[in-house]
DNA sequence: GTCTATATGTTGATAGAC
DNA sequence: GTCTATCAACATATAGAC
């Protein structure tokens, strides 16, 4: 009552855990519960289905999304690229899982939000027609920065945050 | 004979098409096989196992990593970002296909070779014991080219090339 | 080279006892 | 809340006819 985890919190832990080792496609029911120390028919009494038990994983990083998405406003690219690199620092361990496989996104409307959300964050770095090399440019700086939650999540998040931005930067403005 | 293609080569065709929609875990021997307008079957006269088939289509990257990986010799920064991405350019389908579901790395030996072909580029790029700060902005650099593979396939190379280790070189050297 | 038919295992999901 | 038992649908893979 007062704590509504127990059982439910720790399949999500599970499933979060198989689901960045190896994939979300990759893993099965049967992995989640042996890992558990519980059977099938268990996961089911706290889940509807495969697809909610993934979707709840992921909603987090959805709801903030739709919000990020929402609240974006023009500002100098330093600023954008910091929000932008902290929204995915939130989010790390969702973002291993899909760019893992984004065969997950389909099916969700994840595809879509995503889509938009670069979208829009790409329009306001550089302008309403930006030429072939600005967009590139702005690929190597976001698409760097998202590596770099990746591959350096084990270090400070300020060290990390400086140094990337500052990529990020230098390479938008090359 | 003289043509050592046919169904062989056919069945690798479909199968890299699928492999890039949906990823290699998500397709099945039967939508391969059913695409072909054959059964099942016939494709294990062409190939000992579906692993078989899933190798021979990574086969090239593998040889061409082991190549460069090898011959990789130092020289200017700008120089080895152009060679690793004219790599990363020739096999860009089959690192959509990899991104798309590293599970497929796991059994190979790709992610020791992808793991030691980034560490020696790296250490070409910055020398023997780098910051943490210069390890950032040279996984911004790599990440974002390979990104710019991905995203830009539809430009033609040499635009792209430009741009993108232009602004890699930008983010390292930041 | 390609087929039909089948063996064998795994998946997501459900029924019903405790 | 968790179990045993079971389902239908799908997977990879093989045997053997043509």
Redesign the pocket.
Same mark, same amino acid.
């Given at each position: 009552m007062a704590r509504p985890s127990? !059982? *439910?919190t720790r399949i999500q832990a599970v499933a979060r855990e198989l689901f960045m080792e190896q994939g979300v496609q990759n !893993?099965?029911? *049967?992995?989640i519960?042996d890992r558990l120390?519980? !059977?099938?028919?268990?996961l %089911? %009494?706290?889940f509807?289905?495969?697809?909610a038990l993934v979707r709840s994983i992921l909603q987090p990083l959805l709801d903030d999304l739709d919000t990020f998405t929402a609240t974006l406003a023009p500002g100098d690219a330093r600023r954008l690229l910091e929000d932008c690199f902290e929204l995915m620092w939130r989010h790390r361990e969702v973002l291993v899982m899909l760019l893992h496989d984004p065969g997950t996104m389909l099916g969700l409307d994840l595809v879509e939000r995503v889509w938009e959300w670069r979208k829009r964050l790409t329009a306001l770095l550089l302008g309403p027609s930006p030429s072939a090399a600005a967009r590139i440019h702005a690929t190597v700086a976001i698409g760097g920065m998202s590596d770099c939650v990746v591959e350096h999540a084990s270090l400070p998040f300020e060290e990390v945050r400086a140094a990337a931005v500052a990529a990020a930067l230098a390479a938008l403005q090359s």
């Open positions: 127990d !059982t *439910k !893993t099965s029911l *049967k992995q519960s120390g519980i !059977t099938k028919p268990a %089911y %009494y706290h509807e289905s495969r697809e």
